[in-house]
């Protein structure tokens, strides 16, 4: 930076008006996570390890899967998303056979939630994608990740077919 120059004018005023308060910063060390050394560890970080929330329902309330997901059918997919999301958010919706969602022909089975509140590297979310294929192999999965600005996506893999939406606040 030299003074004069707008990258530097931009950075005194950034100090001045922006930085001149005490301000939380979230950092995240991509190349070793696990080392809490390095610059930062002279101003006293407060650091806080992330741990997955797994957790398991026995009897849920599954919705009638299309065979082959019309794309143009939004009625449908709708209340697939809202399934979708009512299970993950730990709904006692979905759970028994009481739901909403119940038909006289719906069927309850076990459903795991896997739950990851903080960064994501893109490599971590191949390092839980691939498995979750492999696992399910023909059976249905689903992901929803939210970003800091909002915007959401879900996917959700049933046999052959994936659908993927995609929703802002």
């Known amino acids: 930076m030299v ?3 707008p990258g530097f004018d931009r ?7 922006v930085l001149n308060r005490s ?3 979230l950092v995240y060390n991509s190349k070793s996570p696990g080392d809490f050394s390095g610059p930062i560890s002279s101003h006293q970080p407060s650091i806080r ?4 929330q797994i957790s398991h ?5 599954m919705p009638a899967w299309p065979r082959v997901p019309d794309e143009r059918d939004f ?5 697939l998303l809202e399934w979708v999301s009512l299970v993950a958010s730990g709904s006692l919706r979905i759970q028994g056979p009481a739901s909403d969602h119940a038909t006289p022909e719906a069927e309850t089975a076990g459903v795991s939630t896997f739950r990851w509140h903080g960064f994501i590297p ?10 979750a294929l492999q696992v399910c192999s023909d059976d249905w999965f689903a992901t929803i990740a939210t970003s ?17 939406w995609e929703y802002m606040d």
């Open 49 to 52: 390890a992330i741990e997955p």
């Open 11 to 17: 950075l005194v005023w950034a100090c001045r008006n």
């Open 75 to 79: 009625d449908e997919n709708t209340e």
């Open 122 to 131: 893109s490599s971590f979310v191949i390092d839980i994608l691939l498995p």
């Open 23 to 25: 301000v939380a910063w």
């Open 57 to 61: 329902t026995k009897a849920c309330t």
């Open 148 to 164: 800091f600005d909002g915007s959401a996506y879900a996917t959700m893999k049933s046999g052959d077919h994936a659908m993927v």
């Open 3 to 5: 003074s004069g120059k």
